[in-house]
Every structure is written in structure tokens, then in C-alpha cells.
Antibody, heavy 120, light 106 residues
């Protein structure tokens, strides 16, 4: 059973870079046909897709965040990572990692999520 | 950006009754539409993809319909564990989500 687990700093200062990692277990991140995404949810609000990476390393980002986002993959550790630069309070959210289906970007499964707060 | 609009924002339903949730896309997304359920403090769970295909392990009381710009999620007989927030999401273009419909106990 595929499982995803987010980890990283829970508190980031304004203007700094948010860094998170998603560890994948129960399956290989190099399995063909799947993408690996980051999605966030501000407290009490809806969901926003941040971007995805394929096992090949190709990426695609939400145009509204593209200038600040980098997603990378470490196949040797079976994990992928998110960096979001120049954060502000508006970036405070629960950050989820999720697998995109082979047929398109429907997400299953999801990690449990990790809260990142941006505050000085 | 394709904007997804869900209605109603809140739906009050008694256990055992039928719930009908709506989702509208600002432009056609074909059948590239998914539904998720989210309980408090938990990650969303995929219920439906391809507008009408239930994900693995999802009970038959959940059904999805529609194509193009109009979609519906129906829960035929609400169980206690179904009271949650539901999101639609299109993946015809870069993914966008609706704002959610909260299904609460009447």
C-alpha cells in the first residue's frame, strides 16, 4: 500500500525559503506513468495545487506560484521535495504531497499533511 | 485558470437521506473531474475520477455524473461518516479545486 509522509520545518520566517520533503513508501517513485504533486490548504480554506514532478524529473508549476517554486526528486531516497522562496504570511498552510494518477491529475493517495506557519 | 464553483456552500441533510452536490467549471473540462471527501484534520480522499468512476474502496452510495461544465456528486443514503467537506477538482488543465461543500447533519 503506497504511503506518503511529509516532513520539514513547521515555522519559517517571512522572506525565507520553505522546504519540505515527501517520503514515499510501499512503492517506487520511479514507477512510470505517475506524477508527484504538492498541494496546500490555508487554515479554514480550500485547496491549491502547487506543482508536480514526474519520475523523469520534468516539472510543471501553478502559474501563480511558478516564480517561487522548485520541486525536485531524489530517486535514491524515494522522495521528492518542495522549495518555496520569499514566503509571506499568505503562504501559511497545511502542505500535502500526493500522487497523481496515471490517467491524469487526480490525486490518490495523499500524505497526512504538515502545517507550515510563516511568522517572524 | 479554470474556475470551479461548488454549490451549495453548506448542505444540511438527515442521516439516511440523499445528498446532491453541484460543481460548475468556467469552461469545459470534458470528463476530467474528480471529487474528494475531507474530514476535519485529515487529508482529502479521492472518491470519484473521470467524473463518474469510483476510486478503489469507495462505497456504491457515492456516484458522480456530468461532463463539460456541469457535474454532480450524489450520496444516496448518508451515513454518519459521510458528514464532511467535499471538493471537486478539474484536471483538464493545470489542476484547480472548487471551494468546497460542507455536508452537515440536519
Amino acid at each position: 500500500q503506497l504511503q506518503l509522509q511529509e516532513s520539514g520545518s513547521g515555522l519559517v520566517k517571512p522572506s525565507q525559503t520553505l522546504s519540505l520533503t515527501c517520503a514515499v513508501s510501499g512503492g517506487s517513485i520511479s514507477s512510470g506513468g505517475y506524477s508527484w504533486s504538492w498541494i496546500r490548504q490555508p487554515p479554514g480554506k480550500g485547496l491549491e495545487w502547487i506543482g508536480y514532478i514526474y519520475h523523469s524529473g520534468s516539472t510543471y508549476y501553478n502559474p501563480s506560484l511558478k516564480s517561487r517554486v522548485t520541486i525536485s526528486v531524489d530517486r535514491s531516497k524515494n522522495q521528492f521535495s518542495l522549495k518555496l522562496s520569499s514566503v509571506t504570511a499568505a503562504d501559511t498552510a497545511v502542505y500535502y504531497c500526493a500522487r497523481g494518477a496515471s490517467f491524469g491529475l487526480a490525486f490518490d493517495p495523499w500524505g497526512q499533511g504538515t502545517l507550515v506557519s510563516v511568522s517572524s | 485558470e479554470i474556475v470551479m464553483t461548488q454549490s451549495p456552500a453548506t448542505l444540511s441533510v438527515s442521516p439516511g437521506e440523499r445528498a446532491t452536490l453541484s460543481c460548475r467549471a468556467s469552461q469545459s473540462v470534458s470528463s476530467n473531474l474528480a471529487w474528494y471527501q475531507q474530514n476535519p484534520g485529515q487529508a482529502p480522499r479521492l472518491l470519484i475520477y473521470g467524473a463518474s468512476t469510483r476510486a478503489t474502496g469507495i462505497p456504491a452510495r457515492f456516484s458522480g455524473s456530468g461532463s463539460g461544465t456541469e457535474f454532480t456528486l450524489t450520496i444516496s443514503s448518508l451515513q454518519s461518516e459521510d458528514f464532511a467537506v467535499y471538493y471537486c477538482q478539474q484536471y483538464n488543465n493545470w489542476p484547480t479545486f472548487g471551494q468546497g461543500t460542507k455536508v452537515e447533519i440536519k
